[in-house]
């Protein structure tokens, strides 16, 4: 009963920019952290960054300085802002979140992923 719907994905030059959102619906008492990760068919899914409710985030070190992360909890978003795109950040990206239902226990959930092609 619990969806997250990723948007924002496509292609983009080297060096520039794209900005990813989830919103998650359904039955939502609340959340906690949220994050994005990505996989290509190569490599296994990392995590890229991750945000808790209060605003602490943390970032693999291959995006730090390019690449924010940001949630707007009265709307239950996620957004991901990348800038200064390179081809290796090309990949598929998931919106995960752990989630607390009502009356019911913290649970994780990922969206279904949006491709995101860094590429001249």
């Known amino acids: 009963q619990v969806q997250l719907v990723e948007s924002g994905g496509g292609l983009v030059q080297p060096g520039g920019s794209l900005r990813l959102s989830c919103a998650a619906s359904?039955?939502?008492?609340?959340?906690?952290?949220m994050g994005w990760y990505r996989q290509t068919p190569a490599s296994q899914r990392e995590l890229v960054a991750a945000?808790?409710?209060?605003?602490?985030?943390n970032y693999v070190d291959s995006v730090k300085g390019r690449f924010t992360i940001s949630r707007d909890n009265a709307k239950n978003t996620v957004y991901l802002q990348m800038n200064s795109l390179k081809p290796e950040d090309t990949a598929v990206y998931y919106c995960?979140?752990?989630?607390?239902?009502?009356?019911?226990?913290?649970?994780?959930?990922w969206g279904q992923g949006t491709q995101v092609t860094v590429s001249s």
């Open positions: 945000i808790t409710t209060s605003g602490s985030s």
């Open positions: 995960n979140a752990d989630i607390v239902p009502p009356g019911g226990k913290r649970h994780n959930y």
């Open positions: 359904g039955s939502i008492f609340s959340i906690y952290t």
